[in-house]
């Protein structure tokens, strides 16, 4: 039966919808026409041909995000990124570059209450920002308070965990209770590598359980298996426990867990951040090595000194006078002369040195090295390669290799381009790590009765507390005077505040820089300094040092 009369036959189609049916199909047919391999497309879109030349071999599967990312894979990832995170410099180059504009000297915090949902007046709501803030200022400045290794404050533990989720794919952290004698607080934070989540080696995944991940019916994460030690150190312990991300009777965050990207809808697990760009990294790491090899063969100078057969043979003695000893694995193993004896000779072993002076034996001839090092086509090829890799890890060449020397309107382009990158991985920071970190804390300032939150166990009230403004440092200036302006401009038409521009220029809080200011006027004022405020110099005695300069004096 052939395909239409089966459409019809079961779907008991009137007349009019049988015509309608095929007049389809013939269209269909119409459309597909003859094809033939190598002068056309067989399908509509061009990338999905299974008989262009160029598609031939292109294949890949479609699977889920557990099958496009198995766990042997991941691993390899992983590995192969620290290793290169370790070893190449372009790769450190990347991954520290994205932790130091991102992070800085950290992503500090600044609390926002929402007064109007909780009834609060602005001087009510500007008191209790200042309180969380100093009550969270004890917690993140102190190793003591906030690390459970005691070593790292909470800024440089933000470091650390994006390092790691660029390096690894993701990072977790555990909050454990652990008050020490001095303390004030209990809450800890302990960063757990990702090898250390996962399956012990005779547990295989199932629907519910992927990569040490436990979800529930809708795909959220709702267990971690993590291992007591490090599952390829078999000198730590193996023991794996399963900890719940959620805490049962509060639903407060128990782990965090820091993922690279989530690139997918139902993804757990992440990807390194140098993982598209592993096998560029790798080739352009040797060649590299090859070309600062070959240049500094080329760079060494050294003598070979031929003697004549009639001389006397016992005046002096075969082989090297004098050659130097190196363990440099990159100096060639190989002969540099040759002889026409058909025996072994000494001469046979001499390899370049720096400053070397041999001896040859009688018949020995020096082989010519052509000096053609450095390569001058090595920096154009090796900033071409780094263009592509800047963009698949969205940071511009010219920072990548700490090089400017376009035009002011060139490199300002890279920067605009590079703060939206760092724009979207301060929130990416900020949602998975700092701003639950955070609420936990907040959560015992509350508990302990350090602060007074009325309706705290309200979720909605809660919310409102522990609302807060994450801001990191700025990217920098190319021009001073135009930034300068630019933030004066953003505050008078009432796009921004002092608050955030201060915060954004320097990181401190502007209640700490305004007193800092106020009390610099009046010892100025005092001492009979004047004062520069405004463009112009103000007398000790003027009334308002503070006033714009007006035009009409």
């Known amino acids: 039966m052939g395909l239409f009369q089966r459409l019809t036959s079961s779907s008991g189609l009137d007349a009019r919808r049988e015509e309608l049916v095929r007049q389809e199909l013939d269209k269909l047919a119409e459309s597909q026409g003859t094809t033939r391999a190598n002068t056309g497309s067989e399908t509509r879109h061009r990338g999905a041909s299974r008989m262009i030349r160029s598609m031939l071999s292109w294949l890949p599967g479609l699977g889920s995000p557990k099958q496009d990312t198995p766990t042997g894979e991941r691993e390899t990832l992983i590995s192969r990124s620290r290793d290169a995170y370790r070893n190449h410099m372009l790769a450190r180059a990347a991954v520290n570059r994205a932790a130091t504009n991102v992070v800085g000297m950290g992503i500090t915090v600044r609390p926002n209450v929402d007064g109007a949902a909780l009834g609060l007046s602005d001087e009510e709501a500007d008191a209790l920002n200042d309180q969380l803030a100093r009550g969270f200022s004890l917690w993140a400045e102190n190793p003591a308070e906030c690390d459970a290794e005691a070593s790292l404050d909470f800024y440089m533990l933000q470091r650390l965990a994006l390092i790691s989720a660029l390096v690894s794919g993701d990072v977790f952290a555990s909050t454990p209770d652990d008050q020490l004698p001095g303390c004030l607080f209990g809450t800890k934070l302990q960063l757990v590598e990702a090898e250390r989540v996962g399956n012990p080696l005779s547990v295989r995944d199932t629907p519910t359980e992927i990569d040490g991940i436990r979800v ?14 490090y599952p390829s150190d078999h000198t730590t312990s193996q023991e794996w426990d399963w900890h719940a991300i959620f805490g049962s009777r509060t639903g407060r965050r128990r782990i965090l867990q820091l993922m690279n990207e989530k690139g997918r809808p139902g993804q757990v697990r992440g990807v390194p951040y140098l993982a598209p760009i592993l096998e560029a990294l790798q080739k352009l790491e040797r060649f590299t090595q090859a070309e600062l090899t070959a240049a500094v063969i080329s760079a060494m100078f050294t003598v070979a000194i031929k003697h004549d057969p009639t001389e006397d043979p016992a005046s002096y003695s075969p082989g090297p006078m004098w050659t130097e000893d190196s363990d440099d694995p990159n100096k060639p193993e190989r002969p540099v002369v040759t002889s026409n004896r ?6 046979d072993n001499l390899t370049l040195g720096e400053g070397a002076v041999w001896d040859l034996e009688e018949g020995a001839e020096p082989v010519p090295i052509s000096p053609n090092r450095p390569n001058a086509q090595f920096d154009p090829f090796f900033v071409a390669v780094v263009k592509e890799i800047g963009a698949a890890l969205e940071q511009p060449s010219e920072v990548l290799l700490m090089h400017f020397s376009t035009s002011y309107t060139a490199a300002r382009a890279a920067f605009n381009q590079l703060w939206k990158f760092i724009k979207q991985r301060r929130h990416h ?6 701003q639950p970190t955070y609420e936990l804390v907040v959560d015992e300032m509350v508990a302990r009765g350090m602060v007074d939150l009325p309706g705290y166990r309200d979720p909605a009230r809660r ?8 801001i990191g440092e700025p990217l920098g200036s190319l021009n001073e005077q135009i930034d300068a302006k630019a933030a004066t401009e953003r505050i008078a038409n009432g796009t921004s505040n002092e608050h955030l521009e201060t915060m954004a220029l320097h990181g401190e809080d502007w209640e700490d820089v305004h007193r800092d200011r106020a009390r610099e006027i009046r010892r100025k004022n005092e001492d009979g300094v004047p004062l520069y405020v405004g463009g112009q110099v103000h007398e000790p005695d003027d009334p308002d040092p503070n006033r714009a300069n007006d035009d009409t004096d």
């Open 342 to 347: 058909e025996e072994a000779s000494d001469g």
């Open 429 to 434: 920071l900020t949602v998975q790590f700092c």
């Open 216 to 229: 529930n019916g809708l795909g959220r994460p709702t267990h971690v298996r993590i291992c007591r030690g």
């Open 463 to 470: 919310r409102a507390y522990v609302r807060a403004l994450w």
